[in-house]
């Protein structure tokens, strides 16, 4: 099995060279049917991949270079469950996403496409690496593809506004990497992770392997987002055409959390594993991420801003459950990585439909327009409801994952503060929702600020197409918590993943893995709490946002009060995403010096 | 093997992202960031440099002949391909703020903020 690794980065590859090489000379449906093919292979050929990859890590060693007596030589693709279900994710919604662009993206469908087929076959490369250096290279390509993604529609300020905060900030971060990975190497003189593991494993860690780790894990929450890294984020969402939000949104930031997983449990868990600072400061900026994120998503009335806000806000609680460093944390960061995929993917399809209906996206003066769009609306409160993590919907079995994880460690306040955050997120989008698509509500609010201006989408879309991807994605999304079978194989795969001598054995050919015992295929139980947390998530959310929708009915005392004491924290909070990039860039700097030296303090002692 | 290369790609590094973090000018910031991921090279190549070693081309050469890493020398032809294309689309976008706002301070560019 170890030919299907290589195949999903080169099928990509190879059919995003053809259509950008063969452009203007073959007739489009053809070239249509060549990426939407190219992309469902690649698709499908994750899932085959997914079922070897259950029974033995798949291993594939570029030109043959196999390892002698346990020494690392070439450059491998190590590919474990989470690494083949990741693939499966990437490609699904890279799939939706080239399919809702059929129409959706006019005349500039192809550079597009070839620019989308790009992104794909880098973020597989990326999930499946088993090396240091090649894991920078995926990275930085992904990037390149989505910085032009994201400035695609340069005819108004905002898209290269956003394009150039996304490529400076995201380019830092590649170069922090870059830094990390030479120091890394200066230490242990190898670039493979199983090797670097092994040789951290001996000996004392020393001051070198802290900058080290605080370089990439950095690097890489740049990419995913996390605060105070964060910012570019809302830039780059709120003007990105809509299915680049899609896979921005739904798997190419979360990627950036897989890879803190990935180097933690592969390499610095040899020497930090006796200690749980790493992970205690990767739950903290988890929990700060969450609430942070969350409240900022509810003072949002751009559509896609919001959203990004909430893609932030949930990543942060898959931060928090990476950070409990145990199997149920991580199995609940894979459950909620699957469904907030779909989940976000749907609803930025949607905001895509209603940016293309209406010729704007902004929430107050959406007002009541799109009463009467039965399957959008559906899709927008399914997608919401999902994402808050009501029992048995969308993100809930993750959700509950991690808090299992938390309460096995004696930490039951984070469950309180992760499910707020989820509440304030998914009340931005109720409340959206509701004035768009019911007409409830007022239609002036002195709380979202000012209005951006937006360019109307003049495009001869075939509507039907559109809406039944977003409904396909978020019917997928919603599922997520009740496929029976889905909860325990997480599991597994979070307990392989954090093996990380097995992993060494495996990939370093020392010795083949036992083939895992028989999985029970039942929907995973959760505990009583978790329904409690989800129910009680879920009125909060509806509450909030009947709140925000029906402020000026709150007795005027209560109003006056809240108006006094919320206004200035809200004034701070909107001043600090200043969407401007030399504030990103100092807050990057800020943030690193700050996680490295807790590190530092931490680890060194 | 003195730390003065170490020094010096962090003093690089530092004084790159300053020149990020303040500049007004989107052109002086992409060459900003190249200053900032030529530290990663200077740092590459002193973690690959052997005293007295020879260029790492073994055709011909004594076995146990002492050669510099070559592994380094990749990874930074690699780096610098990789900033090519990033720092490319960024002068490309900053073509396209001048066409759109007449500026390429990136201050003047912030319609989108809060």
């Not at chain 1, 801003?305 to 609680?317: F, K, P, Q, T, W």
Request: glycine share 12%; hydrophobic share 55%; aromatic share 8%.
């Amino acid at each position: 099995m170890s030919w299907v690794p290589p195949l999903l980065v080169a099928i990509p590859l190879l059919s995003a060279a053809v259509v950008a090489g063969l452009d203007h000379m073959t007739p489009e449906p053809i070239q249509d049917g060549l990426v939407v093919a190219a992309s469902t292979a690649t698709t499908v050929l994750a899932f085959l991949l997914l079922w070897h990859a259950e029974s033995h890590e798949v291993v594939h060693w570029f030109g043959g270079w196999q390892p002698r007596h346990g020494v690392a030589l070439g450059i491998a693709f190590a590919v474990g469950p989470v690494a083949a279900g990741m693939c499966v994710v990437i490609g699904i919604v890279v799939t939706l996403a080239l399919v809702y662009s059929l129409t959706f993206m006019g005349e500039a469908s192809r550079p597009f496409d070839a620019l989308m087929l790009l992104a794909l076959g880098a973020m597989c490369g990326f999930a499946m690496s088993g090396d240091l250096f090649n894991l920078f290279v995926w990275l930085e390509l992904m990037a390149v593809a989505a910085y032009a993604l994201t400035g695609f529609q340069v005819e108004q300020l905002g898209p290269v506004q956003g394009a150039v905060n996304f490529a400076i900030t995201n380019s830092i971060g590649g170069y922090l990497f870059a830094v990390g990975i030479a120091l890394l190497y200066a230490r242990t003189g190898t670039l493979n992770l199983a090797q670097i593991g092994r040789s951290l494993a001996h000996g004392p860690a020393g001051g070198i392997v802290i900058v080290a780790m605080t370089l990439l894990l950095c690097g890489f929450m740049i990419k995913g987002a996390v605060v105070p890294f964060h910012l570019w984020a809302a830039d780059a969402y709120a003007v990105a055409p809509a299915p680049v939000c899609a896979v921005l949104g739904g798997v190419m930031t979360d990627i950036g959390l897989i890879g803190v997983a990935r180097l933690y449990w592969t390499v610095f868990d040899a020497p930090f594993g006796h200690s749980h600072a790493v992970g205690d400061v990767l739950l903290w900026l988890g929990i700060v991420t969450a609430l942070l994120a969350g409240t900022m998503s509810f003072l949002q009335r751009h559509l896609k801003r919001m959203l990004a806000y909430s893609v932030v806000c949930h990543i942060g609680i898959m931060l928090a459950g990476i950070g409990l460093l145990d199997s149920s944390g991580l199995a609940g960061a894979e459950l909620m990585f699957l469904a907030h995929a779909l989940l976000t993917a749907g609803l930025f399809f949607v905001a895509g439909i209603v940016h293309v209906d209406h010729a704007m996206i902004d929430e107050l003066h959406l007002h009541g327009r799109a009463r009467g769009c039965w399957v959008p609306a559906l899709a927008w409160f399914g997608g919401t409801i999902g994402l808050v993590g009501t029992p048995y919907v969308g993100i809930y079995l993750g959700h509950a994952a991690i808090d299992d994880g938390a309460t096995e460690l004696g930490r039951p306040w984070v469950l309180a503060l992760l499910w707020l955050g989820s509440a304030l997120a998914g009340a931005a989008l109720l409340r959206a929702g509701a004035r768009i698509f019911l007409g409830w509500g007022d239609a002036e609010d002195p709380l979202l600020g000012e209005a951006m201006e937006e360019e109307p989408l003049d495009r001869n879309v075939l509507r039907p197409l559109l809406v039944a991807v977003a409904a396909v994605a978020v019917a997928a999304g919603i599922a997520v918590s009740v496929v029976p079978g889905l909860g325990q194989r997480a599991e597994y795969a979070a307990e392989r993943f954090r093996d990380r001598a097995g992993y060494t054995a495996r990939v370093l050919g020392d010795r083949a893995m036992a083939p895992p015992e028989s999985l029970p295929v039942t929907i995973r139980h959760t505990t009583l709490e978790s329904l409690i947390y989800g129910g009680s998530a879920t009125i909060l959310a509806v509450a909030l946002a009947l709140v925000g929708l029906h402020r000026r009915r709150l007795p005027r005392v209560v109003g006056a009060a809240a108006a006094r004491t919320l206004a200035p924290p809200i004034h701070v909070l909107r001043s600090l995403h200043s969407g401007v990039v030399g504030d990103y860039v100092t807050w990057v700097v800020v943030g690193t010096a700050v996680v490295g030296g807790v590190w530092a303090a931490l680890l060194h002692g | 093997m003195s730390y003065l290369p170490y020094a010096v790609a962090a003093w690089i590094c530092l004084v790159g992202l300053a020149g990020v973090a303040t500049s007004r000018n989107l052109i002086h910031l992409a060459i900003c960031l190249m200053v900032t991921q030529s530290s990663s090279y200077i740092l590459l190549l002193s973690v690959g440099y052997v005293e007295h070693g020879k260029a790492p081309i073994f055709k011909g050469t004594k076995l146990g002949t002492t050669a510099v890493d070559p592994v380094v020398q990749a990874l930074t032809l690699t780096d610098i391909v990789v900033s090519v294309a990033v720092i490319a689309l960024i002068l490309a976008l900053a073509l396209d703020a001048h066409r759109l706002s007449g500026t390429v301070d990136p201050d003047g560019i912030a319609d989108i903020s809060g």
